[in-house]
């Protein structure tokens, strides 16, 4: 069964960048399009981004367009998403999630069948 663990959050200045990862394991990461979504204190779950199994289509929400990127290295089956730009307003636990599509990027938080756990990111002076 696949499993995900995020790690490379922790807090930044605004301005500031990071990289988080998304290190897969028990299957390939490549047999999964690849989300990130995050969660502030008080607030719903809300979707980030997206990367196609094939790692050919990203697709992001409008707050982040620009700033942030994904993309997935195979031979560590691992999926990244980094940061650039950040704002107090990114400050959230971000997860990742898998979901069994191909040929796009997955969406929708329903179609995702496995997540991590979550690892925190504060944007803060």
């Known amino acids: 069964q696949l499993q995900l663990v995020e790690s490379g959050g922790g807090l930044v200045q605004p301005g500031g960048s990071l990289r988080l990862s998304c290190a897969a394991s028990g299957s390939t990461v490549d047999n999964y399009g690849i989300g990130w979504f995050r969660q502030a204190p008080g607030k719903e779950r809300e979707w980030v981004g997206s990367?196609?199994?094939?790692?050919?289509?990203?697709t992001y929400a409008a707050f982040v367009k620009g700033r942030f990127t994904i993309s997935r290295d195979s031979a560590k089956n691992t999926v990244y998403l980094q940061m650039m730009s950040l704002k107090p307003e990114d400050t959230a636990v971000y997860y990742c999630a898998a979901a069994q599509v191909l040929g796009r990027a997955p969406i929708d938080a329903h179609e995702f069948a496995f997540w991590g756990r979550g690892t925190q990111v504060t944007v803060s002076s």
């Open positions: 990367i196609s199994s094939s790692g050919l289509s990203t």
